[in-house]
């Protein structure tokens, strides 16, 4: 699971002017690898200017029932999503590693048939799987979608989720809210944040009582939404996140690296095991490990995307964010390893388990 693959590109749709869906050819033996869970992201490898980037992308489509696609929206500098934007072609060949996360696997374990849906322009990616697999696997479920754009025009999957409103007239609601351009009511206007939420709660447009609630986009929605709707009577543990990033980390003093902890650290992989030393000036045991020539699982080194995860089997660890693992995760021992850190004495962590 944690090696890359050849994936060919089939095709490259325009979504919006800045974003674009990328299918796959999903043959032979990479038939059964790519399997997925809705929820589920891939992380993509590309070798830039000399330089080795990877990237992760929520899948989008249903499993079983449309090609594997992913959608890349450009960002301002983002080296990755520029060159896909301009160059990718069908034809073309990216290497990809086999689906993870969880995003949908707690609600899917917990059962239901009543949901709400958060998302703000490419948060869309994931909650577009989602939606199209629990309308269609399931008779009795029904799903309210509220999504926030600037505008019509720069909605991804604009037409798809019109098509899915058509199809299912009675168990899904689509709720559109806009930051540029006029709405039919003054509550559908503005940006999807905390104050958005609880008007569109208070007026009735939307109800907390429903069994899940999704959301992915921009830190200050997502951080409403976990805020807001336990108020309204949601368990705090039906209400799913994913993170596409946690923005930049703060630089640290000298002081500061100079205090962190260090340690030995024995690492399994496919089955082999090596050492390595965390010293004050590596960020992470992954950190570490990279420095010293280990080809490790990994993505967005942001403790989002759970690509790095691992297994303490022996010692203790420390993680300085996790925005990935369910509680269920950390108390059967597994860590993200691009945010932990030897506590103290030898530590083992296994990638295999």
């Not at 569109?200 to 976990?226: I, R, T, Y």
């Not at 799913?240 to 340690?263: K, M, V």
């Not at 390595?276 to 080809?295: M, Q, T, Y």
Request: net charge negative; hydrophobic share 35%.
């Amino acid at each position: 699971m944690n090696q890359f693959y050849s994936l060919r590109v089939k095709s490259v749709q325009e979504q919006t002017r800045d974003a674009i869906a990328i299918s796959f050819e999903v043959d032979g033996d990479n038939q059964s690898r790519f399997r997925f869970k809705p929820g589920q992201h891939l992380t993509l490898k590309h070798q830039h200017e000399g330089e080795e980037l990877r990237r992760c992308y929520s899948i989008c489509s249903r499993e079983g029932h449309e090609d594997l696609t992913i959608a890349v929206k450009r960002i301002h500098d983002g080296r990755f999503s520029n060159w896909v934007n301009d160059h990718l072609k069908p034809g073309d060949v990216l290497e990809v590693m086999p689906p993870q996360g969880v995003f949908f696997q707690q609600a899917e374990k917990l059962g239901g048939a009543r949901y709400l849906g958060f998302a703000a322009g490419s948060g869309i990616t994931p909650l577009l799987s989602i939606v199209k697999t629990l309308l269609a696997s399931q008779p009795d479920a029904s799903f309210t979608l509220v999504y926030g754009n600037r505008s019509w025009g720069q909605t991804m999957f604009a037409d798809e989720l019109a098509d899915l409103k058509d199809a299912y007239p009675t168990r899904f609601q689509f709720v559109c809210i806009f930051s540029r351009e006029q709405g039919e009511s003054d509550i559908l206007n503005g940006r999807l944040d905390e104050a958005k939420i609880r008007a569109l709660l208070e007026h009735k447009l939307l109800s907390a009582d429903v069994d899940h609630c999704f959301a992915c986009g921009p830190e200050e929605m997502m951080n409403a939404v976990e805020g807001v709707l336990p108020e309204y009577g949601l368990a705090r543990e039906r209400v799913h996140t994913e993170r596409f990033n946690t923005g930049p980390a703060r630089p640290l003093s000298a002081e500061q690296r100079a205090s962190r902890s260090q340690g030995e650290v024995s690492i399994i992989l496919d089955g082999r095991e090596m050492q390595i030393e965390v010293r004050p000036e590596d960020d992470s045991i992954l950190d570490a490990a990279l420095n010293a020539g280990a080809d490790l699982p990994y993505a967005c080194k942001g403790g989002v995307c759970a690509t790095c995860k691992c297994k303490v089997v022996e010692g203790e660890v420390d993680m300085a964010l996790n925005y990935s693992l369910e509680q269920d995760e950390l108390d059967a021992g597994y860590v993200l390893s691009c945010q932990a850190r030897p506590r103290n004495g030898v530590v083992r962590i296994s990638f295999d388990d």
